[in-house]
């Protein structure tokens, strides 16, 4: 079994503080053995980390590692509400890519999420998932990702 603050640890990340909602939600919520997890933007210590289109001034390399911060960001969210030790499994993920007229590798930009789930989860972090582009997301991020997480009972 994998223990996810080790994993983390062998990764050289760290948990971040959850950032405040930027409007009228939370970040998460827990209702029964499910947590949704509201959409995360790749910030750090509450600032955006970029902004812009994929496929026009981000690239797919750059977008990919910020799925990746929006995933980091997630877990933190779970860690406040439930503690990542409760996860029984992630069970979807939505990402969201501002793309650029003609960008279509929304995929391969939202792998970046769910490589770091399956690497700091193991077998846990495997999930259902889609991936969106849009125009516009909150603030111009280029990227944004939510997920469902199953939680053992208490």
């Known amino acids: 079994m994998t223990d996810p603050y080790a994993k983390l640890a062998e990764l050289g990340l760290e948990l971040p503080k959850v950032s405040p909602p ?15 997890v ?3 933007l790749p910030m750090v210590d509450g600032k955006l980390l970029a902004t812009g289109k994929v496929g026009a001034e981000i690239s797919p390399e750059q977008a990919k590692e910020l799925a990746a911060r929006c995933a980091l960001n997630g877990l ?5 509400l439930v503690g990542l030790g409760k996860v029984a ?10 793309s650029a ?19 700091v989860l193991g077998e ?3 999930h259902a998932r ?4 849009v125009g516009e997301l909150p603030l111009g991020a ?7 997480a199953e939680v053992v009972a208490d």
Do not use: C
């Not at 889609?130 to 582009?133: E, R």
């Open 22 to 36: 930027l409007a009228a939600y939370v970040p998460a919520v827990r209702s029964g053995n499910h947590v949704y």
């Open 38 to 40: 509201s959409g995360q």
């Open 76 to 80: 933190a969210a779970l860690e406040s």
């Open 89 to 98: 499994r992630i069970v979807k993920v939505v990402g969201f890519v501002a």
């Open 101 to 119: 007229p003609g960008f279509t590798g929304q995929p391969a930009v939202i792998n970046g999420a769910s490589e770091l789930f399956g690497e």
């Open 124 to 126: 846990k972090g495997r």
């Open 130 to 133: 889609s991936a969106v582009g």
């Open 142 to 148: 280029p990227v944004e990702v939510e997920l469902i």
